[in-house]
């Protein structure tokens, strides 16, 4: 008989229903609350999952319901007191990204969690969608080589749900964090960054700008909305793009590497090769084309079969970093995520927020 954990969710926003649907799919787990400081949001949420308890105060949820698992997903100001009194409760930990506002309640919120040995780890899912593992595996078979530079895109689109709510709401969470939108968004960029730069402080260059035109005359007309982010380690160096207005609103990365070059699209879920041609030069030249087409013919074969077998979904990287998370729990393994590495991103958020912030103070 598998041992169920019993798992709560705080916070009821549109984020929280791929938890519940994700964690309702695991035969380790089930939902015994969910809780939410509008007691509607929380009712609403139960309802639709069918989950029988909800609550509007954690502290009570916690002390009702014992659970096992926490999963966080507030705004992330109330990350580390939230995160915190589940750990003080005997809680394993999944809090949504951002971690924290700031890498020094990172460290704090890591090292409580490492002293009461609890379970913790960041929602980084893209980390564990299909590309991400496929291109990890080709990693590790040396396909690649040795890296020697990575370029991360994340499109944004700012006339999209999220982005409307964010634009249309002055006082919107986002608002108030150091980084903006950036803070809500880059993690998307810098976690398919640090498996290859491997230092824990590469020398980071930034550059951020407002592109739209100024309207609304209060905070959110300063809201930069363009990212450009290098960075140098000991061995790798890598580049990330931030954009709300290139379109299509893309999502990729591409590895360069001493004998191909990769590049994992995580919208269209492929992952492809660019390779040194072997043949003469004019031939050498007429084949690579061909040789892209059928990669791509695969790749599509392989997303139909994801599909039959229910797996092709917007939350397939969320399913696998739960499920392993969970795992972790069970076996009493490592998370799925270091907490090295959740570290090095929170301090490269950091400084890319304090080179902003510097530019805006010149400006």
Not at 23 to 41: F, N, P, S, T, Y
Not at 169 to 181: D, Q, R, Y
Not at 208 to 231: A, F, H
């Amino acid at each position: 008989m598998i041992n169920k954990l019993k798992t709560a969710i705080v916070g009821c926003g549109q984020i929280a229903d791929g938890h519940i649907s994700e964690i309702q799919k695991l035969d380790c787990a089930e939902i015994v609350g969910v809780c939410d400081l509008e007691i509607l949001m929380a009712e609403q949420a139960a309802t639709r999952f069918g989950i029988s308890r909800y609550y509007d105060k954690f502290g009570e949820m916690l002390e009702k319901e014992n659970p096992d698992v926490v999963h966080i997903t507030t705004p992330p100001q109330s990350h580390l007191s939230l995160a915190s009194a589940a750990i003080d409760a005997g809680c394993h930990v999944y809090v949504e990204k951002p971690f924290t506002p700031t890498y020094d309640e990172t460290v704090k919120l890591i090292e409580h969690a490492e002293e009461k040995n609890r379970k913790l780890t960041i929602g980084h899912i893209y980390f564990f969608d299909p590309p991400a593992l496929a291109l990890r595996e080709m990693v590790s078979r040396g396909t690649m080589g040795e890296p020697v530079h990575v370029e991360s895109f994340y499109g944004y689109n700012l006339a999209g749900p999220f982005g409307k709510a964010i634009m249309s709401n002055s006082t919107h969470w986002v608002h108030n964090l150091p980084g903006k939108l950036f803070q809500n968004n880059i993690d998307h960029l810098l976690n398919k960054i640090i498996e290859f730069v491997d230092d824990e402080q590469p020398l980071i260059k930034v550059f951020g700008k407002v592109q739209r035109t100024s309207r609304l005359g209060d905070i959110r007309d300063e809201m930069p909305d363009e990212l450009r982010v290098m960075i140098q380690g000991s061995s790798t160096s890598a580049y990330a793009t931030f954009s709300s207005h290139i379109k299509p609103t893309a999502h990729f990365m591409r590895l360069y590497g001493t004998k191909n070059i990769a590049h994992a699209d995580f919208v269209a879920r492929t992952l492809t090769l660019e390779q040194e041609p072997t043949l003469p030069s004019a031939i050498g030249r007429l084949l690579p084309a061909f040789n892209m087409g059928k990669q791509y013919k695969r790749e599509g074969w392989k997303n139909v079969r994801r599909f039959l077998r229910s797996d092709f979904h917007f939350f397939a990287g969320m399913h696998n970093l739960v499920s392993r998370f969970y795992d972790s729990i069970l076996l009493d393994t490592p998370p799925p995520i270091s907490h090295r590495d959740i570290r090095r991103i929170g301090w490269m958020m950091d400084e890319i927020f304090r080179q902003l912030e510097e530019q805006v103070k010149k400006s």
